[in-house]
C-alpha cells in the first residue's frame, strides 16, 4: 500500500485579502467546541476559517487525491461569514455559529445552489424555499458550504448501482483507500466529514444510507428516530422511514448538531409526534453513560467477515469493562419483512417523489416519475445503470391501495409492536448492538456494490434511531458498531455512543491509499 506523500499533515494556511498568510489552523480533526473556543479567543475569524475550509476543498476533494466528494460549493459562503463574523461581535450567537456544514444534495437550499439527487433530469433545478433542515441550520449560525455527492437518487434506481455514483457528480471515493467505496447514498457527506471538508456534514436514510457510509468512511452518524427532524424540502424515498441526520467525526459534534435540527415542522406532520419528546442531548455526553446499561449483541448481523467479529468482541469488552451488562439476541423479527418493506420503498417513493416535482413550481423541467424515467432513457449520460428500481415504482398504484396498506401494516407491525419493542420489553434492554456492515469494498462500475453484511434494517424499517460510532479498523478500513433502541430513545442511545466512543477511541484520520 502507498501513501500519497503530497499531502499535508492536515494545515492550512490561511490568506489576507493581499495574498499574505496571517495564520495556520490545523483543520483535520477539528471539533465544534475547539472551533468555537478559537472564536472565543480570537484566534481567527470565521472568515479564516471558511476560507480554510474552502483551500482546503480544492487541495483534497478537486486535486490531489480528488475524492470527489463535493457537488457544488456556495458562491456566497464567504460573504455570509462576514455576517456572522459581525454577529459574533454582538454576541448574538446561534448553537452553530460559525460552524461550516456540508449537505447531502437531495437537501434543499433557497440560494444560489442547485439541488439534483445527483441526477442531471434536476441539473438547473433551484428549490423555490430551504428545507427544515437548512433553515434550522441557517437560524442556529452555521455556514453551509455546499451540497455533497450522493448515489444517484438517494441509491433508488438500479440494483446494480455503485454506492457513491451519480449522472451529476461521477464516483465518491473512500478517503481510507481511493479504491474503495464510501457505501451510499449518503457517500459525498461521508467520506467529506471523514477528510475534514467541513466541520459536519448531513446524510438522509431510508435504510442504511446515513449509518453505512458513516461507518465505511470512519466517522459517528446519527439516524434519528422518523420526527424528530424534520424532512420538509428533502428529495424523498419513503414518508415512513425517511430521515436526515448528522455525521460527524465525533460524538458531541454530531450531537451539537441533532440538538438544533429538531423541532415541529409545519410542513412534516410526522414531527407533531416530537412535541413533547426532545431533551437537550447535549446532557447526554457522558462518559459513564455505559454503566448499569443492559444491552444486546444481535447475532444475526454476526459471522459475514471474521475480522469484523474480532473488533466486535474488543467492543463488548470495552463495554462490560465500562459497566454494561451484555446478552445475545438472536433474532428481532418473528418474520421476514423484506418484500413488504421495499414494496412501502416503491409506492411512497412514486407518492413523494410527484410531490416534490410539485414543489418545485411550474417551471420545473421534470414533473413526474414517469417522465424522470423517460427523460433517463434519452440520455446517453443517465445510462451507466439502469433504472429497474424507477420502473417498479412507477407500476404501483396509490397509497389508498390496499397493497400498500397492507404492506405498511404488516412492516410496522413486526418491526416494531412484534420487533424492537417486543424483544426490548421482554428483555429488559437499553439497547442493542451489531456491527454497522463490513469494510469498504473496492468500487466496481460494472457489478455494482459488494455487501457482505449490516444491521440497518431493524431500526430503518421501524423508524427507529440509530447511531454509528466506529470501532475500529480492518486493513486499514474502518469499520463501525451500531446502536439502535427504541423509538425517541436518542438521549439513552447517545450515553452509551459517546461513552463507548470516549473508552475506545478508535476513529484514526484518513491517510488517501492509493490501493
Known amino acids: 500500500m502507498v501513501g500519497m506523500g503530497f499531502l499535508p499533515a492536515g494545515v492550512s494556511v490561511l490568506h489576507g485579502g493581499t495574498g499574505q498568510e496571517i495564520l495556520e489552523v490545523e483543520l483535520v480533526e477539528l471539533t465544534i467546541d475547539k472551533l468555537q473556543e478559537g472564536y472565543k479567543e480570537g484566534n481567527f475569524s470565521i472568515v479564516d476559517i471558511v476560507q480554510a475550509y474552502l483551500d482546503r476543498i480544492e487541495k483534497i476533494d478537486k486535486s490531489g487525491p480528488s475524492l470527489n466528494s463535493i457537488i457544488e460549493l456556495n458562491p456566497d459562503a464567504l460573504e ?62 452555521a455556514i453551509i458550504l455546499g451540497k455533497t455527492n450522493l448515489s444517484d437518487w438517494a441509491n433508488f434506481r438500479s440494483d446494480l448501482s455503485s454506492s457513491g455514483w451519480s449522472g451529476v457528480g461521477g464516483q465518491t471515493k473512500n478517503p481510507y483507500r481511493l479504491d474503495r467505496n464510501p457505501c451510499g447514498s449518503s457517500a459525498g457527506s461521508g467520506a467529506a466529514v471523514s477528510a475534514s471538508l467541513c466541520m459536519v456534514a448531513i446524510g438522509a436514510e431510508a435504510n442504511g444510507s446515513s449509518v453505512c457510509p458513516s461507518q465505511a468512511n470512519g466517522v459517528v452518524g446519527i439516524k434519528p428516530t422518523v420526527g424528530l427532524v424534520g424532512r420538509s424540502g428533502i428529495v424523498p424515498i419513503s414518508v415512513t422511514q425517511d430521515t436526515a441526520g448528522p455525521m460527524a467525526r465525533t460524538v458531541a459534534d454530531a450531537v451539537h448538531c441533532l440538538s438544533v435540527l429538531t423541532g415541529v415542522d409545519p410542513k412534516d406532520e410526522k414531527t407533531n409526534d416530537s412535541a413533547d419528546k426532545v431533551v437537550d442531548y447535549v446532557q447526554s455526553l457522558n462518559k459513564d453513560g455505559l ?81 424522470l424515467i423517460a427523460f433517463n432513457a434519452k440520455d446517453e449520460t443517465e445510462s451507466m445503470f439502469d433504472q429497474k428500481t424507477l420502473k417498479l415504482a412507477e407500476a404501483k398504484g396509490s397509497l389508498e391501495s390496499e397493497e400498500y396498506q397492507e404492506a405498511l401494516r404488516q412492516m410496522l407491525l413486526h418491526s416494531r409492536g412484534l420487533g424492537i419493542d417486543r424483544v426490548m420489553e421482554d428483555l429488559g434492554l437499553d439497547a442493542i448492538i451489531a456491527p454497522t456492515g463490513s469494510p469498504a469494498w473496492k468500487t466496481d462500475l460494472t457489478n455494482g456494490d459488494h455487501y457482505l453484511g449490516g444491521s440497518s434494517s431493524p431500526a430503518a424499517r421501524a423508524g427507529y434511531p440509530n447511531i454509528t460510532v466506529p470501532m475500529g479498523f480492518v486493513d486499514e478500513l474502518p469499520v463501525g458498531i451500531s446502536i439502535f433502541g427504541q423509538a425517541w430513545t436518542e438521549a439513552k442511545l447517545i450515553e452509551i455512543a459517546y461513552a463507548f466512543e470516549q473508552a475506545s477511541m478508535a476513529r484514526q484520520a484518513p491517510n488517501y491509499l492509493e490501493h
Open 80 to 141: 455570509i461569514a462576514k455576517g456572522l463574523d459581525k454577529s459574533y461581535a454582538k454576541k448574538n450567537l446561534g448553537a452553530m455559529h460559525g460552524v461550516p456544514v456540508l449537505l447531502k444534495d437531495n437537501i434543499d437550499t433557497h440560494d444560489k445552489m442547485q439541488c439534483t439527487a445527483g441526477s442531471k433530469a434536476l441539473l438547473g433545478s433551484m428549490p423555490l424555499e430551504d428545507s427544515w433542515v437548512a433553515q434550522k441550520l441557517r437560524a442556529a449560525g
Open 291 to 371: 454503566k448499569g446499561k443492559k444491552i444486546a449483541r444481535y447475532m444475526k448481523s454476526s459471522n459475514f467477515h471474521p475480522d469484523v467479529d474480532v473488533l466486535m468482541e474488543k467492543a463488548i469488552a470495552t463495554m462490560k469493562k465500562e459497566g454494561a451488562e451484555i446478552v445475545e439476541l438472536e433474532k428481532i423479527n418473528l418474520q421476514s419483512i423484506s418484500k413488504e418493506s421495499f414494496d412501502v420503498l416503491l409506492f411512497e417513493f412514486k407518492d413523494g417523489l410527484n410531490k416534490y416535482f410539485s414543489s418545485l413550481g411550474p417551471n420545473a423541467k421534470i414533473k413526474s416519475l414517469k417522465e
